[in-house]
């Protein structure tokens, strides 16, 4: 049995940043300090991730504005892939474009059927600064593609038009998170 540490058991969990919070839709900073900050902030992310069963989550979502974010999503052979990107660049996205229900954990409860392409390769580092790709295909393409999304200020909703996007907005209104606040 492998003897090494379970991503986030070391992590707090954080609040979640919810949709209408200016801070999804800015483009988040480089990460320029690769020390203990950074690696709390990983360990932060999949203990939140992990809280709201969540199979991605960027920084922004938890109040950073920082380019990082975590994962442990399966593919669609069900091959689970777990890791965590700093910096990341979307280097590839190709292959067939498919519509498929997608949600979010800053629009809890919700889902819509968005586009996303089933082949995507994002570049970028590990938090101790080393090089990383991470090549994904089917559902752990559309999350790669969401996580990256985050990072440049986008949710899943901004990929919606006309009817899809309409509904969604209704849903968001008609929630308990959206009135609570």
């Known amino acids: 049995m492998r003897q090494s540490s379970i991503p ?6 954080r609040p979640l940043t919810l949709h209408g919070d200016p801070l999804l839709h800015t483009p988040c900073a480089e990460v320029t300090d690769f020390g203990p900050e950074l690696a709390r902030l990983v360990e932060d992310l999949f203990a939140t991730m992990y ?7 960027a920084a922004n979502q938890v109040g950073e504005s920082l380019r990082v974010f975590v994962y442990d999503c399966p593919d669609d052979e069900d091959v689970r892939h777990v890791g965590h990107v700093i910096n990341p660049r979307l280097t590839e996205k190709d292959g067939v474009v498919i519509r498929g229900p997608e949600g979010c954990l800053s ?3 919700l889902e819509a059927g968005t586009a996303r392409h089933d082949h995507a390769v994002v570049e970028g580092f590990t938090m101790t600064g080393d090089p990383v790709t991470v090549h994904g295909t089917g559902f752990f393409a559309r999350c790669l593609q969401h996580e990256y999304d985050h990072l440049e200020g986008r949710v899943y909703a901004d990929h919606l038009s006309g009817w899809r996007h309409r509904r969604l907005m ?3 209104a008609r929630s308990s998170w959206r009135r609570a606040e």
Do not use: F, S
């Open 8 to 13: 986030g058991a070391h992590g707090r969990v």
């Open 51 to 57: 809280a709201a069963q969540g199979v991605g989550l």
């Open 107 to 109: 629009l809890p409860g």
């Open 170 to 172: 209704r849903q968001v």
